[in-house]
């Protein structure tokens, strides 16, 4: 199975309920989340260029993900481009 045929897991794609909702350790939950995102983030930058492909990414990819606010998820939008880019290439010509 190629990596951009897989799919996320339920438990990463559903969509976050307030904080309000979730109880008093929600707000931390939420900054260690982001926290993890961005440390990730990073180190998507430290690959080359031709690693980056290798995963469907490109540094402009990577670049209009580290201009998303704190608590966006830069990976979710990484992941959603990589998906787009395969199927784009998957196209018959």
């Known amino acids: 199975?190629?990596?951009?045929q897989r799919t996320l897991s339920p438990a990463?794609?559903?969509t976050a309920t307030t904080?309000?909702?979730?109880?008093?350790w929600a707000l931390v939950n939420?900054?260690?989340?982001?926290?993890k995102a961005r440390l990730q983030l990073n180190?998507?930058?430290e690959l080359d260029d031709y690693q980056l492909l290798d995963i469907g990414l490109?540094?402009?990819d990577l670049v209009r993900a580290s201009t998303s606010?704190?608590?966006?998820d830069p990976i979710t939008d990484l992941a959603c481009s990589a998906r787009a880019r395969a199927r784009r290439m998957e196209r018959p010509r």
Do not use: K
């Open 1 to 4: 199975m190629r990596t951009t």
């Open 12 to 14: 990463l794609t559903r």
């Open 19 to 24: 904080v309000r909702q979730q109880g008093p």
């Open 30 to 35: 939420v900054v260690v989340r982001a926290v």
């Open 43 to 45: 180190r998507l930058h």
């Open 58 to 60: 490109t540094r402009q």
């Open 69 to 72: 606010t704190f608590f966006e």
